[in-house]
């Protein structure tokens, strides 16, 4: 599966640092949005009603984990994942690791490497052609 596929799914979950406008994680939340998608944030330092605290907490079915969060803590998240049975994780430039990759293939997660943010704007551009 490519990562332009997963963008045939409508229900996303982004996780990472999704409160600070600076950082990836918002942008692509915000993109997500805008672009028509169901998407909730989760950070796992959340303490407000802005994002959730974890995966389980998203009150409705994952199709698309997009994983915008440092590898030491992405592993957990993916185990959370699995637990839930979402099966489609995006990672995001910077937050891959060769353990999560490896998680990923041992437990029939498809999980792709790229960018939402790209993936967006190439099909944003092929409509408009």
């Known amino acids: 599966m490519k990562a332009s596929e997963f963008l045939n799914y409508m229900n996303w979950v982004v996780v990472g640092d999704v409160l600070n406008p600076e950082k990836y994680a918002h942008k692509i939340l915000k993109n997500l949005e805008s672009s028509g998608y169901k998407v909730s944030g989760v950070h796992p330092k959340s303490e407000g009603n802005e994002a959730y605290k974890?995966?389980?907490?998203?009150?409705?079915?994952?199709?698309?984990?997009?994983?915008?969060?440092?590898?030491?803590?992405?592993?957990?998240?993916?185990?959370?994942?699995?637990?839930?049975?979402?099966?489609?994780?995006?990672?995001?430039?910077?937050?891959?690791?060769?353990?999560i990759l490896e998680y990923c293939r041992e437990n029939s997660i498809n999980a792709v490497e790229g960018c939402a943010l790209v993936e967006l704007r190439n099909r944003k551009q092929s409509e408009n052609k």
Do not use: F, H, R, T
């Not at 994952?62 to 994780?89: F, Q, R, S, W, Y």
């Open 54 to 99: 974890s995966l389980g907490d998203v009150p409705y079915d994952i199709e698309i984990l997009d994983l915008c969060i440092n590898p030491k803590a992405g592993i957990n998240i993916i185990k959370e994942a699995k637990e839930i049975g979402v099966k489609n994780v995006l990672i995001q430039p910077g937050a891959e690791s060769e353990e």
